[in-house]
């Protein structure tokens, strides 16, 4: 019981979310609502993707969280396949430096990160928005644990039979750590679609925006009109919804692959 009223709450404010994208403007603000629409309509989204730069903010959000996600998917691999399976002078002590950086906040680091990329002129531009996501503590600590967990005996087998460390890596660890890496791609992805506080600070232009700040620019734009701006909300929660159902058993593991021990 306690699960359904907690699975309720979760889901409540999503159906209402796709309910009032479908309503009339006029009946939004009606009371009691109506929690099924008697005369549904798509308006509100004809309407949002007539607005300008819609389709910029959304080319420039996949262009972001897809190139975000690969290249830290290939960094954290490589450093976790190097702190979990190589020992060298101050490993562990630089492993646990790096992961300890998680526990600064966010908010420390804009007004350094923003000054460093002013200093090397990527304001404003898709360098601006993606070198600060390439390398997290997180994803290098989730595969050093996962890849921990990998026989070293193969490692060695491949070593004895002339395999180089890069074809060590490509051939054995990668293949062998693909659910471990499909739990990183997904957090990873879902973290930069919705990244807010970075793309506002470093964008000035519209057509720079990703689209959850340009959602929240739009609100300052048509306020009041919550039919409107509930259809740009489902618009930018269906990748999302699309990644959790198709993928939620690696949300499931990615809980515990944490938790394993090299």
């Known amino acids: 019981m306690i699960l359904l009223i907690l699975a309720l709450a979760a889901?409540?404010?999503l159906y209402w979310m796709?309910?009032?994208a479908i309503q009339r403007p006029t009946l939004t603000m009606q009371f009691p609502p109506e929690w099924i629409p008697a005369d549904?309509?798509?308006d509100n989204f004809?309407?949002?993707f007539e607005r300008p730069y819609v389709?910029?903010?959304t080319i420039n959000s996949i262009i972001v969280a897809v190139?975000?996600?690969t290249l830290q998917i290939f960094a954290s691999a490589l450093a976790g396949y190097t702190f979990a399976k190589k020992r060298f002078l101050g490993s562990q002590v630089l492993f646990w430096l790096y992961v300890g950086s998680m526990m600064v906040p966010d908010q420390v680091t804009l007004v350094p990160l923003y000054l460093l990329m002013s200093k090397l002129g990527f304001l404003d531009s898709?360098?601006?928005l993606i070198l600060p996501g390439l390398a997290g503590p997180f994803g290098v600590f989730l595969m050093k644990q996962y890849i921990s967990t990998l026989p070293s005996e193969l490692i060695d087998a491949a070593k004895i039979d002339g395999c180089s460390e890069w074809g060590i890596f490509q051939k054995v660890v990668l293949p062998l750590s693909k659910p471990g890496l499909a739990v990183l791609a997904i957090f990873t992805f879902v973290g930069q679609w919705n990244s807010f506080t970075w793309p506002l600070i470093v964008t000035s232009s519209s057509n720079m925006r990703t689209l959850p700040v340009g959602l929240a620019l739009l609100q300052e734009e048509v306020p009041m009109?919550?039919?409107l701006l509930m259809a740009g909300a489902t618009y930018a929660a269906i990748p999302m919804l699309i990644v959790f159902l198709s993928f939620q058993r690696y949300f499931l593991e990615g809980v515990t692959v944490g938790a394993l021990k090299g």
């Open 126 to 128: 898709f360098k601006g």
């Open 11 to 13: 889901i409540i404010p």
């Open 67 to 69: 190139t975000v996600t």
């Open 225 to 227: 009109q919550f039919a």
């Open 18 to 20: 796709v309910v009032t």
């Open 55 to 57: 389709w910029d903010w």
């Open 40 to 42: 549904p309509t798509l």
């Open 46 to 48: 004809r309407r949002f």
